[in-house]
C-alpha cells in the first residue's frame, strides 16, 4: 500500500472533521481511486448514489459509537476507519472494468481491485489522521500483502461486512475482535484501556 495519499491528507487542516463532510469524502475517494487505478491497472466505474449511500451509513455509525473515543482515542481512529470499510462493503460503490492486457494477477490490487481500493481509501484517511493527531505514521501489517489473506477477506467479507473491520485490523497490526467486530467497546485496546483508567 502506497503512503502518499496519506502524507498528502496529513496536511489537511483538521483532517479528522473534514473527512465527515460529504465533499472532502468524494474528493479523498477519487484521488484514492485514481491511485488504485494505477496499481491495479484496471479503471473503476463508481455508483455516486451508492457512494452517498456508503458515506451517510458511515457517519451514522460513527456517530453511534463516538463515545468510545473517550476510552481510546488512537484506537476509535482505527475503529472509525474500519467501519467507513464496512459501509463500503456494503455499498458496493465502484466496480472494476478489466483492462484488454490483464495486470499481473500476483498483486492484491489486481486480484481485487473494490476490495484494494476501499481499503487503501481507508488505510490513506486513517495514515492522515494519526499523523496529524500522534505524530505517527500508519503500521501496515505483513497481512496486507499477502494474497491468501486477501482470498479469505473477499470470501468471508462477502458472507459477513463486519468482517472487514477485523481484517483491517490484522492490515494495521491490531489484534482484531472476531466476535463483536462492529463494537467499539468490544475492541481488545478499548478493553485494556477502560481496565487501566479503573
Request: hydrophobic fraction near 45%; aromatic fraction near 12%.
Amino acid at each position: 500500500m502506497d503512503h502518499r495519499l496519506g502524507q498528502e491528507l496529513a496536511k489537511v487542516p483538521d483532517l479528522r472533521h473534514q473527512v465527515r463532510r460529504l465533499k472532502h469524502f468524494r474528493g479523498t475517494f477519487r484521488r484514492a481511486l485514481a491511485c488504485a487505478s494505477l496499481e491495479s491497472g484496471v479503471t473503476f466505474e463508481i455508483d455516486e448514489t451508492r457512494l452517498v449511500e456508503a458515506f451517510f451509513r458511515w457517519l451514522e455509525a460513527f456517530a453511534e459509537q463516538k463515545a468510545s473515543a473517550r476510552i481510546n482515542r488512537r484506537d476509535f481512529a482505527h475503529f472509525a476507519a474500519a467501519l467507513m470499510l464496512r459501509e463500503f462493503f456494503r455499498a458496493s460503490p465502484v466496480a472494476a472494468v478489466r483492462p484488454a492486457e490483464p495486470a499481473d494477477a500476483a498483486s492484491v490490487a489486481a486480484f481485487w481491485p473494490e476490495g484494494y481500493l476501499g481499503t487503501s481509501f481507508c488505510m490513506s484517511v486513517l495514515d492522515g489522521v494519526l499523523e496529524q493527531e500522534f505524530g505517527e505514521a500508519l503500521t501496515i501489517a505483513p497481512a496486507a500483502s499477502d494474497l491468501r489473506t486477501w482470498w479469505s477477506f473477499r470470501e468471508n467479507v462477502a458472507e459477513d461486512p463486519n468482517l472487514a473491520i477485523g481484517f483491517f485490523d490484522c492490515f494495521t497490526g491490531n489484534e482484531p475482535n472476531w466476535t463483536l467486530p462492529g463494537y467499539a467497546a468490544a475492541r481488545p485496546a478499548m478493553r485494556a484501556a477502560a481496565l487501566s483508567a479503573h
